[in-house]
């Protein structure tokens, strides 16, 4: 819940920072992801939390040691996006659309990757997996950002391509999408925004 909180404050400070609502065009198949997905998730967290024997069906036989690194997991995610929503700023919506007084992020976790949300995501959702040691839980959590990984990735992409053109595609050759490579990691030198 805490999570949600700091992703729904940062995406209100965006938009009123830019003075531009977002807007949910294109997202269709988004919406569809989330609905036949994210209702069922959501059903779910709330069963387990107001009663985890109801969840009792799609339990895993987790070590407490798992179960203990999917707490640390799970803390480890808010300084996470914090830190990714710091640098994203004005910058992040929840869609796939650019906003209009935009810029690329080169700064924080967006020097190593091109998009470090989506790792905190996988974070997240590994840490639920293990804490709650609920397949459904924690497995349905991870298929829904792998899938938004894959099919939404090469749209946020082309999106920015087209919005920041050789800035971006420089950005591209020099920054890995997803994991950063130890090499990028060590010679990285602080850049600017601009």
């Not at 988004?30 to 779910?44: M, N, Q, S, T, Y």
């Amino acid at each position: 819940m805490l999570f949600t909180g700091i992703r729904l404050y940062f995406s209100g400070y965006a938009d009123g920072a830019s003075g531009v609502r977002q807007n949910t065009k294109g997202e269709g198949a988004f919406v569809i992801i989330r609905a036949l997905f994210g209702l069922p998730l959501a059903i779910g967290f709330l069963a387990y939390m107001a009663w985890p024997p109801l969840m009792e069906w799609s339990h895993l036989p987790l070590s407490d040691a798992l179960r203990w690194a999917g707490a640390l997991l799970m803390t480890l995610s808010l300084p996470a996006i914090l830190w990714v929503q710091k640098h994203l700023s004005r910058n992040f919506t929840g869609t796939v659309q650019i906003r209009p007084d935009g810029h690329v992020v080169k700064t924080g976790p967006y020097a190593f990757v091109r998009h470090p949300m989506y790792l905190v995501f996988l974070l997240l959702g590994t840490g639920i997996l293990f804490l709650t040691a609920n397949w459904f839980l924690g497995g349905g959590f991870l298929l829904v950002v792998l899938i938004v990984m894959i099919v939404r990735t090469p749209i946020e992409e082309r999106e920015l391509l087209n919005a920041y053109g050789e800035e971006y595609e420089k950005y591209m050759q020099h920054t890995a999408r997803f994991l950063p490579s130890f090499l990028s990691m060590v010679k990285q030198k602080p850049t600017s925004n601009k």
